[in-house]
């Protein structure tokens, strides 16, 4: 599976988006993008994923660049309770178990 | 949510002592997965289950063994606990014909005197 990089850690007004950002240059054709995010001590909770369109759902939006170096994790209204860690996965679909492999993600913090 | 459900939820044990964890699932997926989360590591795969009594190791395997003899139940043994296995030790499960989402159950914290 292919790697990525996160910035350790980012703020965000609520009520403000919040754009996480995603480096993954190394990724294959057929690779997706998955985002996670964990608030403290629980466990993950899947967020979105994608292959090569934009996708959005109740949650968020992911954006994901036409060479597919990098993708985008957007919070449109961030809230105090979307203060997380959140992890962008790159894996293949089938496969393999479907194993994820979790990197330190990017510590998000809402403030008022 | 996802029916996942871990226990125990924390635990204290001593150097030595076997330690099995077990999680149980009541959405019938097919995979289930077993990792660990400790300060400055995220989570870490050690080890999965593509089926009853099929299973494989992830890449923290060494201490653990596990066993799933029906759908539902995953447990994860550690035959003789070490303080490095000091952790939170989180179960996921996943069905391939939806999508790779994994659901994580709520974690067990376990500390090795």
């Known amino acids: 599976d292919a790697k990525t990089t996160q910035p350790p850690s980012m703020d965000c007004a609520e009520g403000r988006a919040a754009n996480l950002p995603c480096n993954h240059s190394?990724?294959?054709?057929?690779?997706?993008v998955y985002w996670y995010r964990q608030i403290h001590s629980q466990g993950p909770q899947y967020i979105i994923h994608?292959?090569?369109n934009n996708e959005t759902n109740e949650m968020a939006s992911l954006i994901i660049t036409e060479d597919r170096k990098s993708s985008t994790l957007i919070l449109p209204h961030a809230t105090l309770r979307d203060t997380a860690v959140y992890y962008c996965i790159v894996r293949f679909s089938t496969g393999g178990g479907n194993k994820l492999t979790f990197g330190t993600g990017t510590q998000l913090k809402v403030e008022l | 949510d996802a029916g996942i459900t871990q226990s125990p939820r924390h635990k204290v044990t001593e150097t030595g002592t076997p330690v099995t964890l077990r999680c149980h699932q009541t959405e019938n997926h097919r995979y289930m997965y077993w990792y660990r989360q400790d300060p400055g590591h995220g989570l870490r795969l050690i080890h999965y289950?593509?089926?009853?009594?099929?299973?494989d190791k992830g890449e923290v395997s060494d201490g653990y063994s596990v066993s799933r003899s029906k759908t539902e139940d995953f447990l994860l043994t550690l035959e003789s606990a070490t303080s490095s296995q000091t952790s939170v030790y989180f179960c996921?499960?996943?069905?391939?014909?939806?999508?790779?989402?994994?659901?994580f159950g709520p974690g067990t914290r376990l500390t090795v005197l």
């Open positions: 994608g292959l090569k």
């Open positions: 190394t990724i294959s054709g057929n690779e997706y």
């Open positions: 289950s593509y089926g009853v009594k099929d299973t």
């Open positions: 996921a499960i996943s069905d391939s014909i939806v999508g790779n989402e994994q659901f």
